[in-house]
RNA sequence: GGGCCCGUAGUUCAGUGGUUAGAACGAGCCGCUCAUAACGGUUAUGUCGCAGGUUCGAAUCCUGCCGGGCCUACCA
């Protein structure tokens, strides 16, 4: 092939047990525009997303719908592969750890922790409950007046259990985990997350129970079939199964390691101590960085499912528009924090952001060139220093914009773009070529000749995030397929392509109650 | 209980020792008229949670208090 760099994301691969809300469809933006930008600059990307499959809870709620698991399993993983065409979302693949390679991966993965010593045979033990089919921690249980100990959350009594299990050797892995955070100071993102994963290891692991007997819906467990693999040794496995393991010589084991996990905040402890365990164990490579980002509020509220208030994401883009929650999404709020999602934050931002400020830059840059240009990109005259003032800011972005998304700083790439947007703004209100039309149309041409170029730029940088409306923008400047591109960035624009008429991208929101008045 | 973090204009936040504490959105006023009644200029608002302390000087460091959040492992 090529020796261009690679780079790797993943999301978490979705649990079944619950169709996809606005969680998973950040989770998965987020990614998307990393993938997208990582394309349009140049990289070998593979994106990867798919479904979390096993488990008791799957055979369990499959039960309970009178299906089997994996008919079950492919109703629901169905669900989250409609959400890509909803969202726009652009994965290479989407795996699923019901696949046959899968189990070939995890029992191969499975094979190495056992030849590097491991994994020994224990029994695990805990307060279960029978009603609910599930263990629960010490501190999830409590002992009510009549001596009789009972779960917190569902109230059921639990009693004292013990299985047969295999464990991992977590506790052996603690320095050398703090050796990887040490080394690595990019291993976790953002800094708070990292030094909670830091405090907690330096705390002391436990070994890590990897098997159950309990059920069976799963991967079982080389040699002993009665055991099946623990969920999480399961589904973290999905992201070598992705480049072919056990075989390195797969063509896309050149993905591995990973540049990026993208997980919630609830799940790195999984990826960032389990994980990396797990993988230096059986002498691979861990990820280079896990990045943990935050949840959304629905307005003020936590997103739960008895207050029935989690967020369908197809709703949400027929209200408002696809690209405007892509961009409200990753906008908002500083990517790594909880958000609140709002309708008035989301109109606020679609108003004011898109169709007041970049919209409309376009639609009164595109008319005047349409209007008084003859149709076609304007002659590029003499260059003031205002001129040069506003191009230079507009040429610098595209490095601006690599080095936060480096650190997925999605708020601040967007907000350096819309500062250039502002920029222009101003620039046509100070150049006023409505009144150069009169005076001077030679240097109303070159100004005009500087927005057109100016949001050209612009538009490149912002393709990740829309891909649709810039898609349009881009047709409007008549910028050929092979000029979208970053390798395209510098091409400047060229005076006397023929363009065609000019047309609104991000039309205003108004509330359907307030239009009719 | 232990650990970590936060509390700054109406709202969301930036600012981690140094002149009169900033930005965006929202609000008022003025201007422009190319444009999606959009755009630009301008004004206003803050006991920087409270109380002490260190310092020539603190939103910024220390202590205590009040308020809020997160972590404290094996459902995922």
Not at 90 to 105: C, G, L, M, Q, V
Not at 243 to 262: I, Q
């Amino acid at each position: 092939m090529s020796g261009r760099s690679t780079f790797y994301v993943t999301t978490p691969i979705y649990y079944v047990n619950d169709v996809p809300h606005i969680g998973h469809a950040y989770t998965t933006l987020a990614c998307d525009v990393l993938a997208r930008f990582m394309r349009l600059d140049g990289r070998d990307v593979h994106f990867l997303t798919g479904t979390d499959e096993h488990g008791q809870k799957i055979e369990t709620a499959a039960a309970a719908a009178g299906l089997a698991p994996q008919a079950y399993a492919d109703k629901v993983s169905q669900s989250f592969r409609d959400l890509l065409g909803t969202m726009n979302y652009s994965p290479d693949n989407f795996i699923r750890t019901t696949e046959k390679r899968h189990y070939a991966a995890c029992q191969a993965l499975w094979e190495k922790l056992v030849a590097a010593g491991d994994i020994y045979l224990g029994k695990y033990a805990g307060w279960y409950s029978v009603r609910d089919e599930t263990y629960f921690a010490e501190g999830e249980t409590e002992v009510g007046p009549d001596k009789k100990r009972r779960a917190i959350s569902t109230g059921a009594e639990v009693e004292w259990v013990e299985e047969p299990s295999y464990f991992f050797k977590l506790s052996a892995w603690s320095e050398r985990l703090l050796a990887l955070y040490e080394k690595n100071p990019r291993f976790i993102g953002p800094d708070s997350r990292r030094n909670e994963v830091m405090s907690f290891v330096r705390g002391g692991l436990q070994d890590l129970s990897v098997s159950r007997t309990s059920f069976s819906w799963g991967v079982p467990v080389p040699g002993d079939p009665k055991h099946i693999m623990y969920v999480w040794l399961d589904a973290l496995t999905n992201y070598i199964t992705e480049c072919g393991y056990p075989d390195t010589g797969n063509p896309n084991w050149k993905y591995w390691p990973a540049d990026l996990h993208m997980v919630g905040k609830d799940i790195i402890r999984f990826h960032c101590v389990f994980w990396p365990a797990f993988l230096m164990s059986a002498g691979l490579e861990p990820p280079k960085r896990v990045f943990a980002h935050g949840w959304w509020t629905i307005e003020g509220q936590r997103m739960s499912k008895s207050l029935g208030n989690g967020i369908n994401p197809a709703e949400l883009v027929n209200a408002y528009g696809l690209d405007p929650v892509r961009y409200f999404l990753l906008r908002e709020v500083p990517f790594g924090n909880d958000g609140d999602f709002s309708r008035r934050a989301l109109i606020g931002r679609l108003n004011a952001d898109l169709a007041n400020a970049y919209g409309n830059l376009c639609q009164r840059s595109l008319s005047i060139i349409a209007k008084s240009c003859g149709e076609q990109v304007p002659p590029k005259g003499a260059i003031t220093d205002a001129d040069t003032a506003l191009l230079d800011r507009a040429r610098r972005l595209l490095a601006i914009v690599r080095a936060e998304l480096e650190e997925q700083s999605f708020h601040k790439a967007l907000t350096s773009i819309w500062e250039v947007i502002a920029d222009a703004n101003r620039y046509v209100d100070a150049q006023a070529p409505w009144a150069l039309a009169k005076t001077d149309p030679v240097r109303r041409d070159t100004v005009m000749w500087v927005l057109a170029e100016t949001i050209r730029r612009v538009t490149l940088l912002v393709q990740p995030f829309m891909p649709d409306s810039t898609a349009k923008i881009l047709d409007q400047l008549a910028i050929p397929a092979d000029a979208r591109t970053f390798a395209a960035f510098d091409r400047e624009l060229e005076s006397g392509t023929t363009l065609p008429k000019p047309q609104g991208v991000f039309p205003r929101f108004v509330e359907p109650a307030a239009a009719a008045d």
